[in-house]
């Protein structure tokens, strides 16, 4: 069921809009739940509840690790961890409404008492998805921030650099590191870019164990077909004898239609993701503080029923190790 607070003004129950309030109620529910079952939110986004005006984002260093200290009752060595870079990130109100007239209700009118209300919940989870599709098409593109009706939104990590960034610093030791390539996709450039997350180094120069699992794409049939050609069968068509194919069975594909719209048009890029690392760490986050709540009552100027629906939520990336992005003219070069 779709978490969504309803709050139905009592002046309905003995006008001619008491009627139609469970129905309407009904209809914001179904609608709601289809696009949570469907958003692609989850697979990117480090989905969590606050209760905070601001979330303060960071992480913590490794210890160095265990040390031989002879054969027996050596003194312990003193490890240390320290805090690493850190972000804010503030809540947004997100408010919108929709109003139904005594003489659509009085008549009838499916076109009103139906498609309002299956359009308001749309026009609610789309925000969502182009919020965080916004988010992801910023980094994509180098931009510091994104603008959505007047606000900004900071798309940069946690470390000050962009998302994707040829120059992310280390906070103890290490030199920079880039997680933005050039190469378009292809089944090379796919296991290259899998080894260069597996070599991303955290902020004590350690190696990290990311794991990347998943791929974003745009919806560009060229490079879904490269996508699928690349995993889709568990032999190598390009070899002789049809050698295993490594890359097979170990990636979700995430094809997001709403990203097309943020990222520079005639380009192709294809992100990488670790969906374990970015959980842990926070890599993509996505801070719910107030969910849908649906007030509906009558207005005193016009007598219109009307339905308000209000959110409070924000989204922005905190440790950038969780992802690298390919396929953009000028990144780092995987293979030579």
Known sequence: MANITFGISTRLNDSVFGLSQAPIRSIIEDRAEAHEQNSVLP?????????????????????????????????????????????????????????????????SVALDLRKKPV??????????????????GGAIKLSDDVTIGGHKFNCQSADGQKL????????????????????????????????AMQNFKGDNNNLLAVAPNTILIPNDYKLKKAV????????????????????FGRWRVIIWAELNGFITA???????LDSGYNEQYDGAIWLDRVTLEVNSDIDAGTGSNVWRGRARFTAGFNDWRFAAVGGVASGTALIA
């Open 119 to 136: 359009a308001f919940t749309t026009a609610y989870y789309r925000t969502r998805e182009r919020f965080g599709a916004s988010l992801f």
């Open 266 to 272: 005639g380009t192709s890029p294809w992100v990488m």
């Open 43 to 107: 697979h990117l986004f480090n989905m969590e509840k606050t209760n905070k005006y601001m979330d303060k984002l960071t992480s913590m260093t490794g210890m160095d690790g265990f040390q031989p200290v002879g054969p027996e009752n050596g003194a312990y060595p003193v490890d240390g961890m320290q805090e690493s870079y850190s972000k804010i990130l503030e809540q947004m109100e997100w408010k919108d409404s929709f109003s139904l007239s005594q003489v659509a209700v009085e008549d």
């Open 164 to 195: 994707f960034s040829k120059t992310h610093p280390s906070k103890v030791s290490g030199g920079n590191q880039s997680n933005y390539f050039a190469d378009a996709f292809s089944p090379d450039a796919l296991a290259a870019m899998e080894t």
């Open 228 to 247: 699928f050609a690349a995993i889709g069968a568990d032999q190598d068509p390009a070899t002789a004898n049809n050698g295993y194919n490594y890359l």
